[in-house]
């Protein structure tokens, strides 16, 4: 099969991983840069450089932060005319990462998450960190990999928080407040369909941040009916079918979702090319 990926950051470490599980999986694969998007358009003929017509039978398209607009038609009209993609929803999200709608999202439709509060002001964090209670979690509203994402013990911890924030020129919408949940598992399920694989992340030595990219560990782990049906059902409720996601599991069982992600580790990516490999994606038996 030929698999392409289309991108608009080809730096990124992941692409390089993603080729090598493709090329391991004894598929052809293509990474295509967009970072300088251009085109050829004649009567109702477009065309983009690596994007020709029956070349590909597969495209992944992943980290398009540029020229969004226009490879989002580009994608569109790929898919009328056969073209296999998985964009993860892209024409609607445009790959951005929302916490904040993902959040209301899983709220209205039942989903447990952690307390979580969002305001527009830095004057008003304080007090709707005293809603929350302490320990609070600020965490960025687009940043990923468990970037900026910050614990604080107290008022004073939040308000020093707050000045290192503004010195930055950072602004209070760019942030949600969450309660911090004293978790026993921290999970990263993927969820292709009805598929759910799960691993969980330990975190570093002193960090209370689980992440792979920050220094934690990650081993397979057995998640049940009931943790695999609610990672489903949060997946659905933000309206994709294939994606992660993180859920964090107290020692009384109660469990939360933290968020649902289209930004897959490697792990899922190898995952994810493995259903490819059975024709998960090619809509065949």
Known sequence: MRIALLTTLPELIENNRIKEEVENLGHDFRLIDLSQFNFYAEKDQVNVEGLEK??????????VFN?????????NNLQKDGTRIFDNNFIEHKY?????????????????????????????????????????????????????????DSKSQLLKLIEELKGEDKKAKSYIMQEFI????????????????????I??????????????????????????????????TIDMS??????????????YILEVTIQLDLWAWRKLLERISVKYLLNTP
């Not at 934690?216 to 489903?232: C, F, H, Q, R």
């Open 182 to 201: 004293p978790y026993k598992y921290d999970l990263r399920c993927l969820v292709i369909g009805e598929h759910v694989y799960t691993m969980r992340r």
């Open 242 to 255: 294939i994606g992660g996601v993180d859920i964090l599991i107290t020692r009384e069982d109660k469990r």
């Open 96 to 152: 951005a990462i929302d916490k904040v709608t993902d959040l209301i999202k899983l709220s209205y439709s039942g989903v447990e998450i952690p307390k979580t509060a969002y305001e527009r002001n830095f004057e008003y964090f304080p007090k709707k960190a005293e809603r929350i209670g302490y320990p609070v979690i600020v965490k960025s509203t687009r940043s990923g990999k468990g970037a900026s994402i910050f614990k604080t």
């Open 203 to 236: 975190p570093a030595k002193g960090d209370f941040r689980a992440n792979f990219s920050l220094g934690g560990k990650v081993e397979k782990y057995n998640l049940d009916s009931k943790g695999e049906a609610l990672a489903i059902k949060a997946l659905k």
């Open 54 to 63: 029956n070349e590909i039978d597969t495209i992944i398209v992943r980290g």
């Open 67 to 75: 020229s969004i607009k226009p490879i989002s038609v580009i994608i």
